[in-house]
């Protein structure tokens, strides 16, 4: 987990409900000291495990606009992650492209530093990316056609008619989910393909880390689906044909190393590992 931002505004603080049912009904899942005021609760209903209180979207969106989201805020330093991160996206692009669902145009929300989208050069004549850090996008200028800072509602109207749309570890952090999802469709063509993809409570990983579990990543992360929650959702929202996507992630040595307490030198931390599980990912299509 991270640690949670000083003084907060009590203005910046709200409750939420399960995004799924929408149900209040819910449990105690993780509540240490360190992290007040924020809490992990478990839906009643559905078992969707989401955060509340939490930051307002408009606080959280300032976060993700500081130069220092990438660099010691979000992340220790994501320039350090680069490596692995783009082994992970050419196995993930390939994987997409045997199934026959890269071509063409294609949109990424929450880019980064472009790291997908450079990746995706040789599927995708044309690339558009968002993200709220400009910092961020002056990184991936290279990659695309377009880059707008902002998120999904801050994309031009004509930008549209995508042959493939990707959120890839984007839905833990969207404040209304469900709409999230139907307006990534609305900028699909018919038959277009949409990829998400988030840290997967379900996995072993989350099990026997328990509140130690690394995307308990606080604020940021708002809710924590497993593979079951993510379909539901995507379902809900209209997406035709959802399937699981393999996705195994890369990470620097010296990355896993720190989240379990261990240090490692300089030299061993360079080296990329693979981890299966971490993240689930699920692919569908907008209705013809």
């Known amino acids: 987990m991270t640690k949670a931002p000083p003084r907060i505004a009590e203005s910046d603080l709200e409750s939420a409900a399960c995004p799924l049912c929408l149900s209040v009904d819910s449990k ?3 509540y240490p000291k360190v992290l007040l005021p924020f809490a992990v609760k478990q839906c009643n209903k559905c078992g969707m495990e989401y955060l509340s209180p939490r930051l307002s979207e408009l606080a959280m ?3 993700y606009r500081s130069d220092h989201y990438f660099k010691g805020e979000g992340y220790q330093d994501y ?4 490596s692995a991160l783009r082994a992970t996206f050419r196995r993930l692009l390939r994987q997409l492209t045997n199934e026959r669902s890269s071509e063409g145009r294609l949109l990424e929300i929450g880019c980064g530093h472009g790291y997908l989208l450079a990746e995706a050069a040789p599927y995708f004549y044309y690339r558009c990316g968002t993200d709220y850090s400009a910092s961020a996008l ?5 990659y695309a056609q377009r880059l707008v800072c902002g998120g999904l509602d801050d994309l031009p109207p004509e930008e549209k008619d995508f042959d493939c749309v990707i959120a890839n570890h984007v839905i833990e952090h969207v404040y209304n989910p469900r709409v999230f999802v139907s307006n990534l469709l609305a900028r699909l063509r018919s038959g277009g393909s949409l990829l ?3 840290p997967n409570a379900g996995s072993v990983w989350r099990y026997l880390m328990g509140r130690r579990w690394p995307s308990y990543k ?3 992360h708002i809710y924590y689906f497993d593979r079951h929650h993510l379909a539901g959702l995507m379902q809900s929202a209209g997406v035709e044909t959802v399937t699981s996507v393999p996705y195994p992630h890369a990470f620097p040595l010296s990355l896993v190393a720190s989240k379990i307490g261990i240090r490692v030198g300089s030299k061993l931390g360079r080296y990329t590992i693979w981890l299966p599980g971490t993240t689930v990912a699920l692919a569908g299509r907008k209705p013809i």
Do not use: D, G, Y
Not at 138 to 142: D, I, L, N, Q, V
């Open 138 to 142: 002056s990184h991936a200028t290279p």
């Open 218 to 220: 606080l604020p940021e």
């Open 196 to 198: 998400l993809s988030t």
């Open 61 to 63: 969106q300032a976060c």
């Open 28 to 30: 105690l899942v993780c």
């Open 79 to 82: 320039t350090e992650q680069e």
